[in-house]
């Protein structure tokens, strides 16, 4: 399937992956109200979360630039010594700002 990248074909993209977007959050929440919370599910869950992230920040770290490596370096050395996320985050996206600025 090919959609022209007209106005009309890109307002139609973002219509069909709105559409698609909020059928899979609904249909997860819909999903779990079946599901009993108990500890072994909670575990679960939390464990996803950790494997959804490393997966995503894996290949940053073996393919990134300078900048997306010194980002993630200093996010998690500041998420360590800290244990606070947003200014860690807010850190690391500096430090890849600047990185890329001057290097």
Known sequence: MTVETTVAGTLLLIAIMTVVTLITR???IFL???????PRVEGFINAMASSVLIAILTP???EGDIG???A???TAVLML???KALPA???GILAAAASRYFL
Request: no cysteine.
């Open 26 to 28: 609904f249909g997860g």
């Open 32 to 38: 779990m109200s079946f599901v009993t919370i108990n």
């Open 60 to 62: 940053m770290a073996v």
């Open 68 to 70: 997306a490596r010194l």
């Open 72 to 74: 993630l370096g200093t």
């Open 81 to 83: 010594a800290f244990r």
């Open 89 to 91: 985050i807010a850190a």
